[in-house]
Nanobody
Framework: QVQLVESGGGLVQPGGSLRLSCTASRSNFDNYIMVWYRQALGKQRELVADMTKRGNTNYVDSVKGRFTITRDGAKKTLYLQMNKVKPEDTGVYYC???????????WGQGTQVTVSS
């Protein structure tokens, strides 16, 4: 069982930056695929970025070149650095860990990001 706690959301102006954090109760990051999702009001949840256990990354086209997913095993934390944000980046952001051995999924509670002037 892994508990995930997200933080770092808030209100940011267009063009600004924000860093989301997802802190895990366990530090064996090599056992997990890590994913950031977001869900805008009235829309389906979409994958934003993911990282394999080897550290390979993948991004949805709309955030490529602006967002960066990273992890710090020592701090047991997954990050999403959001730069040059746009109003369409607004939504609730969730982190998810997938155990590569069991397939079990663990979700954070979500953190609200609002991009507005």
């Amino acid at each position: 069982q892994v508990q995930l706690v997200e933080s770092g959301g808030g209100l940011v102006q267009p063009g600004g930056s924000l860093r989301l954090s997802c802190t895990a109760s366990r530090s064996n990051f090599d056992n997990y695929i890590m994913v950031w999702y977001r869900q805008a009001l009235g829309k389906q949840r979409e994958l934003v970025a993911d990282m394999t256990k080897r550290g390979n990354t993948n991004y949805v086209d709309s955030v490529k070149g602006r967002f960066t997913i990273t992890r710090d095993g020592a701090k047991k934390t997954l990050y999403l650095q959001m730069n040059k944000v746009k109003p369409e980046d607004t939504g609730v952001y969730y982190c998810k860990f997938v155990d590569v051995f069991t397939g079990e999924e663990y979700w954070g509670q979500g953190t609200q990001v609002t991009v507005s002037s």
